[in-house]
Nanobody, 121 residues
Framework: QVQLLESGGGSVQVGGSLSLSCTASGFTFDDFNMGWYRQAPGNECELVSTISSDGSTYYADSVKGRFTISQDNAKNTAYLQMNSLKPDDTAVYYC???????????????WGQGTQVTVSS
């Protein structure tokens, strides 16, 4: 059974940090590109960060320098470390996995259930 299990969301004040985890099961983790996109009420989907199967990374301009994506293939887990959080980072964050694509707002093979991140001033 394929599953992407997210954890680590929550509420934090401006300038705080949160770490998201996405643990995969049911597919060959090493073969897939992983990443996060976010959705806030009334806003379009925003691709936040991706890490490809070859280790290359992508960050949206809005999070560059503040967020760090990584993965541990031995644990089938991807991580998103979020520092210097801002109110604009408030959204539901979804983990996603795909082969051959990192445009997770458009398409993915698998999605997580989403985790709420709330940043208050």
């Amino acid at each position: 059974q394929v599953q992407l299990l997210e954890s680590g969301g929550g509420s934090v004040q401006v300038g705080g940090s949160l770490s998201l985890s996405c643990t995969a099961s049911g597919f060959t983790f090493d073969d897939f590109n992983m990443g996060w996109y976010r959705q806030a009420p009334g806003n379009e989907c925003e691709l936040v960060s991706t890490i490809s199967s070859d280790g290359s990374t992508y960050y949206a301009d809005s999070v560059k320098g503040r967020f760090t994506i990584s993965q541990d293939n031995a644990k089938n887990t991807a991580y998103l470390q979020m520092n210097s959080l801002k109110p604009d980072d408030t959204a539901v964050y979804y983990c996603a996995a795909a082969k051959g694509s990192t445009d997770f707002c458009a398409w993915a093979h698998y999605w997580g259930q989403g985790t709420q991140v709330t940043v208050s001033s």
